[in-house]
């Protein structure tokens, strides 16, 4: 039965089943989609996050729902054509949170400015007739009107061409709110702690609810690790000894102010002085700048965004703008971590890593999957539970995801920053209707309410200070200071909700502005 979005509730569950179909460890895009795809077809779901829902790599992506365009100029047209053809599902499917959006190509020759034009036809051909719009040459005067801010010093004009942009971290908790509703157990804050075996094979997990402090050990037919960047712990668990699955790779971006860019067409720079790919997108209202590829050697919940990452990106900017944001200008700053398949040789670089998904079953039928991206998880999410029934004797059912609508889903299209929520977009404004003091901001320059924190709490499983302002609404994101002017008033409403005292309040506060200083600064 379908199950209220609340955690106590998937908690007080924990003790009505023996067994699970499955257990799946991680609670980012490919677990969520995981959990949706085994619930929608019928087997006993649970779901553990050890944090929140896409605190780590899920919730810090460049918010594109896209084929790759650098993966097509990687000759990986597999790859690219999948994506597109997932993106038009997602779109479907999640028609709240996936818009269509405009990229702009700025060319400084007639070769370069041919080379993409035949590139992106190539990927409008693969797109077929789920084409997000046709690409075209521009002029440089069409350029100039798209980029207001744009260099046009030796500019030869540009190539438009149309990908989606998403809210990932929004997706991410209406994809735990449609697998609740299709009879998953999901909880946040819960890490598992060890794997349980009977004759060499997994059988169940035991974990600890970081909330509650209480340990549970669960069994289950199958064990799926989705734990992302943090994939060789598990792995570990079941093989100590085993060699490294993934090879982190640090992305960083930027906030600005919208002003910038001016405009709604966002900006692509193929080729950077590293020969990497680096966006400018308008995103709520901001300007959003990103990422960098840099490979670490350790994986972390908060990743911190390096000072060179931060002075790439300006130096970056300043060849494309006629007066580009500096240091001073900076908003927020964000880091997070890809898993990427480590590489065979030790050479240093990302490049040669495979940004494709990865699935293995280990001997102890323990089912792993790492890396892909956002627009595909969908697919990859099929083709793990397609290896999770096989590893654990289930009885076969197809996969149904193709056609189920994401919470939230509505192609109604308001004009108000409430949209995003989508079908719940009224229950919010009832709450405003039913008590005018939730509609109050909570601070003036940005348009979050009360309501949508007193939302947060109650139906969408937020548990503390920065799961609002981090992951429900993006404030933290956009805008670091904003972000701690506005956390008193959100650990005030949480702690009545939650029932919660003055410590609580307190510590959460605490914890929170050292967590944004990081944002503020973004420098290691």
Same mark, same amino acid.
């Given at each position: 039965?379908?199950?209220?979005?609340?955690?106590?509730?998937?908690?007080?569950?924990?003790?009505?089943?023996?067994?699970?179909?499955?257990?799946?460890?991680?609670?980012?895009?490919?677990?969520?989609?995981?959990?949706?795809?085994?619930?929608?077809?019928?087997?006993?779901?649970?779901?553990?996050?050890?944090?929140?829902?896409?605190?780590?790599?899920?919730?810090?992506?460049?918010?594109?729902?896209?084929?790759?365009?650098?993966?097509?100029?990687?000759?990986?047209?597999?790859?690219?054509?999948?994506?597109?053809?997932?993106?038009?599902?997602?779109?479907?499917?999640?028609?709240?949170?996936?818009?269509?959006?405009?990229?702009?190509?700025?060319?400084?020759?007639?070769?370069?400015?041919?080379?993409?034009?035949?590139?992106?036809?190539?990927?409008?051909? %693969? =797109?077929?007739?789920? /084409?997000?719009?046709?690409?075209? &040459?521009? !002029?440089?005067?069409? +350029?100039?009107? #798209? *980029?207001?801010?744009?260099?046009?010093?030796?500019?030869?004009?540009?190539?438009?061409?149309?990908?989606?942009?998403?809210?990932?971290?929004?997706?991410?908790?209406? %994809? =735990?709110?449609?697998? /609740?509703?299709?009879?998953?157990? &999901?909880? !946040?804050?819960?890490? +598992?702690?060890? #794997? *349980?075996?009977?004759?060499?094979?997994?059988?169940?997990?035991?974990?600890?609810?970081?909330?509650?402090?209480?340990?549970?050990?669960?069994?289950?037919?199958?064990?799926?690790?989705?734990?992302?960047?943090?994939?060789?712990?598990?792995?570990?668990?079941?093989?100590?000894?085993?060699?490294? *699955?993934?090879?982190?790779?640090?992305?960083?971006?930027?906030?600005?102010?919208?002003?910038?860019?001016?405009?709604?067409?966002?900006?692509?720079?193929?080729?950077?002085?590293?020969?990497?790919?680096?966006?400018?997108?308008?995103?709520?209202?901001?300007?959003?700048?990103?990422?960098?590829?840099?490979?670490?050697?350790?994986?972390?919940?908060?990743?911190?965004?390096?000072?060179?990452?931060?002075?790439?990106?300006?130096?970056?900017?300043?060849?494309?703008?006629?007066?580009?944001?500096?240091?001073?200008?900076?908003?927020?700053?964000?880091?997070?971590?890809?898993?990427?398949?480590?590489?065979?040789?030790?050479?240093?670089?990302?490049?040669?890593?495979?940004?494709?998904?990865?699935?293995?079953?280990?001997?102890?039928?323990?089912?792993?999957?790492?890396?892909?991206?956002?627009?595909?998880?969908?697919?990859?999410?099929?083709?793990?539970?397609?290896?999770?029934?096989?590893?654990?004797?289930?009885?076969?059912?197809?996969?149904?995801?193709?056609?189920?609508?994401?919470?939230?889903?509505?192609?109604?299209?308001?004009?108000?920053?409430?949209?995003?929520?989508?079908?719940?977009?009224?229950?919010?404004?009832?709450?405003?209707?039913?008590?005018?003091?939730?509609?109050?901001?909570?601070?003036?320059?940005?348009?979050?309410?009360?309501?949508?924190?007193?939302?947060?709490?109650?139906?969408?499983?937020?548990?503390?200070?920065?799961?609002?302002?981090?992951?429900?609404?993006?404030?933290?994101?956009?805008?670091?200071?904003?972000?701690?002017?506005?956390?008193?008033?959100?650990?005030?409403?949480?702690?009545?909700?939650?029932?919660?005292?003055?410590?609580?309040?307190?510590?959460?506060?605490?914890?929170?502005?050292?967590?944004?200083?990081?944002?503020?600064?973004?420098?290691?």
């Amino acid at each position: 039965m379908p199950l209220d979005f609340k955690r106590e509730l998937h908690v007080s569950r924990l003790k009505h089943v023996d067994v699970w179909d499955i257990i799946i460890i991680g609670g980012g895009a490919t677990g969520l989609g995981v959990a949706l795809d085994a619930a929608s077809r019928g087997y006993s779901t649970l779901l553990l996050e050890q944090s929140d829902f896409a605190k780590a790599t899920s919730g810090r992506s460049t918010k594109l729902v896209h084929g790759g365009v650098r993966y097509l100029a990687q000759g990986n047209i597999k790859l690219v054509y999948t994506a597109l053809h997932e993106r038009e599902i997602l779109f479907r499917n999640a028609a709240h949170l996936i818009k269509r959006q405009s990229f702009i190509i700025p060319c400084f020759n007639l070769l370069t400015r041919l080379k993409y034009f035949i590139g992106l036809k190539i990927y409008d051909l %693969l =797109a077929g007739s789920f /084409s997000f719009g046709r690409s075209k &040459v521009l !002029n440089v005067k069409q +350029v100039k009107q #798209l *980029l207001p801010g744009i260099n046009y010093k030796n500019l030869k004009g540009g190539i438009e061409y149309f990908d989606g942009q998403f809210d990932d971290a929004r997706l991410a908790v209406n %994809l =735990a709110q449609t697998c /609740s509703e299709h009879g998953a157990t &999901v909880i !946040n804050y819960c890490r +598992v702690t060890g #794997l *349980l075996k009977v004759n060499n094979k997994i059988c169940g997990v035991s974990f600890l609810d970081n909330e509650s402090k209480q340990h549970y050990e669960l069994n289950a037919k199958v064990v799926v690790n989705a734990t992302g960047v943090f994939v060789d712990d598990i792995l570990k668990m079941d093989k100590p000894e085993r060699k490294p *699955l993934v090879k982190p790779s640090q992305g960083t971006h930027i906030v600005f102010p919208n002003s910038f860019l001016n405009g709604s067409s966002a900006l692509m720079i193929p080729k950077t002085s590293d020969g990497r790919v680096l966006f400018a997108i308008p995103w709520y209202g901001h300007l959003l700048v990103g990422t960098t590829d840099t490979p670490l050697n350790n994986s972390s919940l908060e990743p911190k965004a390096l000072k060179k990452e931060i002075h790439f990106i300006i130096e970056t900017l300043e060849k494309y703008w006629i007066n580009a944001p500096g240091e001073k200008d900076i908003l927020s700053v964000f880091a997070g971590l890809r898993p990427l398949a480590a590489p065979q040789k030790n050479t240093g670089s990302t490049k040669e890593i495979s940004r494709d998904h990865k699935l293995l079953v280990s001997a102890s039928g323990l089912v792993t999957i790492t890396g892909g991206k956002w627009t595909t998880y969908r697919k990859m999410a099929e083709e793990t539970m397609d290896a999770a029934i096989k590893a654990g004797n289930l009885k076969p059912v197809i996969c149904l995801t193709k056609n189920i609508k994401i919470h939230g889903c509505s192609n109604t299209e308001s004009k108000n920053h409430l949209s995003i929520y989508g079908s719940d977009e009224e229950n919010i404004k009832q709450l405003i209707k039913e008590n005018p003091f939730f509609g109050n901001k909570l601070i003036d320059k940005l348009p979050y309410t009360v309501a949508e924190v007193i939302w947060a709490v109650r139906n969408e499983m937020a548990r503390t200070i920065e799961d609002v302002l981090a992951r429900r609404i993006r404030i933290l994101f956009l805008d670091a200071k904003a972000a701690i002017e506005a956390a008193p008033e959100v650990a005030e409403i949480m702690a009545e909700e939650l029932n919660y005292n003055e410590d609580w309040k307190t510590s959460q506060l605490n914890d929170f502005r050292i967590l944004a200083e990081g944002y503020l600064a973004g420098v290691d």
